[in-house]
């Protein structure tokens, strides 16, 4: 599968809203579901397959490969995660995002900043990346509080 970069996301996301076409009619247009063309355009290059990508590229007329991201080649043993499926548990780093509830303070972490290629360590402050529910161990989702065990990701 095409692995591609963020940027590429963003130029076909572009090329999208001017040429007046919304989501579900490109996805309609090449063939995907709209909520899979949505994460593309976040900049998750891996949501679509290599078939759809090469439509997409040549309907706005977008140059793949010299642009394309390489990933590096892990050593033996080595696995690889999907981008965005590990947070950071430190409070203080930047890519958790602060807000209250009422008097409760609570911090969201952004994992696609925190996380942008699967690796161990946070991008942004080096911590070691948490890819489960501290607490409970269930797997993470979006948003700030484990919907298993209620318990917030980041303390």
Known sequence: MINLSPEICMKIKTARREAGLSQSALAAEV???QSALSM?????????GDEIVEKLAAKFGIVLGEEQETMPTLPKGVSRRKA???FCPNPECPGNIQYMVGDLKFYRPDRSAQDPAGGKFCAICGEVLETRCPECGAEIHDGAVCTYCGKAYVA
């Open 84 to 86: 965005g499926t590990a």
């Open 31 to 33: 063939g995907c579901k």
């Open 40 to 48: 593309f355009e976040q900049g998750d290059g891996t949501k679509l």
